[in-house]
Structures are given as structure tokens and as C-alpha cells.
């Protein structure tokens, strides 16, 4: 310590400024730290008996000690540990590692909760560059996002079977602390992942001529709402959204949508809401879960159709196209579908421009009790899901869909439920512990 000091003295003396000094101090303090942690470490060799048991039922006999270096909060710390090997399993381990938290891994628990922020905001290069000035530890991009997506899956495992415990009521989802704010929101929706081809192969792509590979994620952003505002506009309560997302099938996100909702409450606000775009599988899903809320297509959703629905009857509307379009839009938030189906239809149509006009009216006829927005606004709900648009799709689009970017499924699915738990203010609860990710039935 009197060395540093006398170190960084000269240094200033010299002239380096306090730029030099500050981070000559901090280089000597985590060498101090390396200086304190590594003997810790080496109290305990790890030796679990003669025996120890691997994991899939054998016992695996002790082979020797080895080292292994792990990177920490205070940089590079080596740790020799008692190594066993199954001869069943034909693979080796360290039960030290895993009481450590590094089974499998070369990068510390508490590092990587550092680490891990950084990879769930930006690409894996730079965010091993951001790790480097901020936390002053050299790491390289391919073990940052290894470790991320690692931690990330650990937590996405852990999070489904919660959902699944809390779906057969092997859990409890939720119990009343507090007065609950009366209005709960389930905003689902869909949104394209690009990845590698491996994990598109043998699936019917819906447009072939689309090079692009890509798989849906589907999310749910749960937020509650306790006011309205001077304009009698509904206001998300700050701070209240909460997100889960997966690749997983229809009937698997929803166990999660359903958890993660009741969670929050769902089984015991005075109103719950679904807001979603028009597709099939939303609905199916709110039905079976919540058959008590109030269904909501999302309005901008609908003003898009009726956007399309324009362009599709422009060569018979002409000129007339904006005001026409502009008097549907005014059907629309009066929620008067019927007048909106009636305008459409009286142009004679025929061959394939009448089947997509069928189709086109499908969406609105299909949905009308779902966009009932004069109705809904006079209970002062929300009827448009921009929540959706601008929390749960930002969580995808800016940092797993940036340019050139090509995942699997697994390294998506684990920076995704990194960025789902930040959004919720849920970081503590990423598992940084492979191994130690048993829900508490
Ligand atoms: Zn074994």
C-alpha cells in the first residue's frame, strides 16, 4: 500500500496527472484484492471425499488437484481444486466449481453480473470494451457473451419452471402486500428474430421468396394503471411493466404470460385487460387463461388494416382515397365496425380482389367486439399498445436484431430474458449460479 502511494506521489509529482493517478490506484487495489481473495480460495481444495457424487447417479473417484484461472470483480484470481472423474459419464468436474459459481465457466458470479449488463445492452465486443474501461477487467467478447447467454438461459429455465410450478398451483403466484391498483394490462405480441439457418431448417417459411431467417419470439409486457390524466387519457403507473418473452410454442408462452400476470396480480385486480393485435393465437390464449378480461385490439394495429384496407379499393376510390380513408378511421374509434364493413362493400368486387377484400374485412368483422374504442375509452382503458410497440419490441429490435446479427435459438433466448429482467427492474434475480437454478417448489 505505502508502495502505491509512493507510486502514484511520484507520478503526480512528475506531472501525470490525476487521470494516471486515479487509475494507478485503482490497478493496485484490485491487486490487493487478487492478494486477499486467492488465499481465501485456497483454504478450501475442494476435496469432497474419496468419491463424490457426478451429477447423473454414479459416484466419480477423485483424480487429482488442478488449477484453473477465473476471471473476478478484482481481475484473474487462480484457484487449485479437487478434480473427480466419472468413468459412466466419461466427464470430469470440480464440485468447487460449482459452490463457486464458475461450473463450466471462467468467469466469476460477481463479475458476470457486471458482465452480463453490459452484454444485455450492446453487442458482445463492445460491451467486453465497456467492461474493460469501467470495471478495469480484460475480458473478450466471445467469453462475455458466452457467460451472458449462459446466465441468461440459467434464468430462462428457472423463470419457466416457476411458471409451470405456478400453473399446476405447486406454487403461489401471488399474495396481497398492499392495495392493488385497480386496472392490470396483458399487452401480447409477436416480433421476428433473425438466426442461423440451423435453426430455421425443415420449418415451412410462411413467403419463400424471404432470404432472411427468422424466428418469433413472442412477448408479454404486464403494467398496471391507477389514473387518468387532465385529458381523461389513461396513465401507466411509472415503473409497472414487467416482461417475459420466448421462442417457445404458443401453449408454452402462454403458461409464462399466464405466471407472470398473475404475478402481478391478475386473479385479484378489478379489471383486467388484453391488448393484442388481431392474430388468432393471442386470443386463443387469452381465453383460455383469463376468460374474464376485456379483449382489446390494439388500435394502432386496426388503423394499419384500415390503412390497407384504402390502398386495396384505391383503384376504385381514386382521388377520393384520404377522405374515405379519413371517414373510416373516424368508424374506427367510434368502434363502428359494421359501418366501416358497409362502406367497403358497396363496391362490386370481383375475382381476387374480392377474396382479399373478404380477407381484409375478416380481420375487422372477426374482431369487432375487440375494437369496440368509443366504449372502452369511456371506461377509461387504454386502447392502443403502444407500451408494446415501444417497451417489448425495443427489447428485440435493438440489440438482437442490429445489422449482420445471426443467433440461436439458446444464445437469443438467454440475452432476451437478460433484457427482459433489466426492463423489469429484475436484475437481481439472474441466475449467475448455473447449477443453483431450482425453483423452491
Ligand atoms: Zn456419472
Not at 487495489?29 to 481465501?40: C, D, I, K, S, Y
Request: aromatic share 6%; hydrophobic share 45%.
Amino acid at each position: 500500500m505505502s508502495r502505491l502511494a509512493g507510486q502514484v506521489a511520484a507520478s503526480l509529482a512528475g506531472g501525470d496527472g490525476l487521470e494516471a493517478a486515479e487509475l494507478a490506484i485503482r490497478a493496485g487495489m484490485m491487486a490487493l484484492g487478487r492478494g486477499l481473495l486467492e488465499p481465501l480460495l485456497a483454504a478450501d481444495g475442494g476435496y469432497r471425499g474419496p468419491r463424490a457424487p457426478c451429477g447423473a447417479g454414479h459416484q466419480a473417484p477423485f483424480v487429482s488437484y488442478r488449477g484453473k484461472c477465473v476471471d473476478t470483480a478484482v481481475g484473474p484470481v487462480a484457484v487449485r481444486r479437487a478434480w473427480y472423474h466419472c468413468p459412466a459419464c466419461g466427464h470430469g468436474f470440480a464440485p468447487r466449481d460449482a459452490e463457486l459459481g464458475v461450473a463450466g465457466q471462467s468467469v466469476s458470479p460477481g463479475l458476470a453480473k457486471m458482465s452480463d449488463r453490459a452484454a444485455a445492452a450492446v453487442p458482445f465486443a463492445p460491451a467486453a470494451r465497456l467492461v474493460g474501461e469501467l470495471a478495469g477487467i480484460t475480458l473478450t467478447g466471445r467469453r462475455l457473451g458466452r457467460r451472458a447467454e449462459a446466465d441468461g438461459a440459467a434464468s430462462a429455465e428457472m423463470i419457466g419452471a416457476r411458471a409451470a410450478a405456478i400453473s399446476s398451483g405447486r406454487m403461489a403466484a401471488f399474495i396481497p402486500a398492499r392495495e392493488l391498483p385497480g386496472m392490470l394490462y396483458i399487452c401480447i405480441d409477436g416480433t421476428g428474430c433473425p438466426v442461423i439457418a440451423a435453426e430455421t431448417e425443415g420449418r415451412d417459411r410462411k413467403d419463400d421468396s424471404a432470404k432472411v431467417h427468422t424466428r418469433e419470439v413472442k412477448m408479454v409486457v404486464v403494467f398496471t394503471q391507477t389514473t387518468t390524466g387532465a385529458d381523461g387519457c389513461p396513465v401507466r403507473d411509472p415503473a409497472s411493466s414487467s416482461y417475459a418473452a420466448t421462442f417457445a410454442p404458443a401453449a408454452e408462452f402462454g403458461t409464462l404470460m399466464a405466471a407472470e400476470a398473475r404475478r402481478r396480480g391478475a386473479a385479484h385486480v378489478r379489471q383486467l385487460v388484453i391488448l393484442g393485435d388481431g392474430a388468432a393465437w393471442i386470443w386463443n390464449l387469452a381465453t383460455r387463461h383469463f376468460p374474464e378480461a376485456t379483449q382489446i385490439v390494439d388500435l394502432y394495429h386496426a388503423r394499419q388494416h384500415l390503412h390497407e384496407l384504402a390502398g386495396l379499393l384505391e383503384f376504385m376510390l381514386g382521388d377520393a382515397r384520404d377522405s374515405w380513408l379519413h371517414t373510416r378511421l373516424d368508424e374506427l374509434d367510434a368502434g363502428d365496425i359494421a359501418a366501416i364493413c358497409a362502406a367497403a362493400r358497396a363496391f362490386p368486387l370481383a375475382g381476387s380482389k374480392a377474396d382479399d377484400l373478404a380477407t381484409a374485412l375478416g380481420y375487422f368483422e372477426h374482431n369487432a367486439h375487440r375494437m369496440r374504442y368509443r366504449h372502452f375509452r369511456a371506461l377509461g382503458m387504454f386502447v392502443g399498445s403502444g407500451v408494446v410497440e415501444a417497451g417489448c419490441k425495443s427489447i428485440v429490435r435493438q440489440r438482437l436484431k442490429l445489422a449482420g446479427m445471426k443467433w440461436s435459438i439458446a444464445g437469443a433466448t438467454g440475452i432476451l430474458t437478460l433484457r427482459c429482467l433489466d426492463a423489469s427492474d429484475r436484475w437481481d434475480e439472474i441466475c449467475t449460479q448455473p447449477g443453483s437454478n431450482t425453483p423452491a417448489a
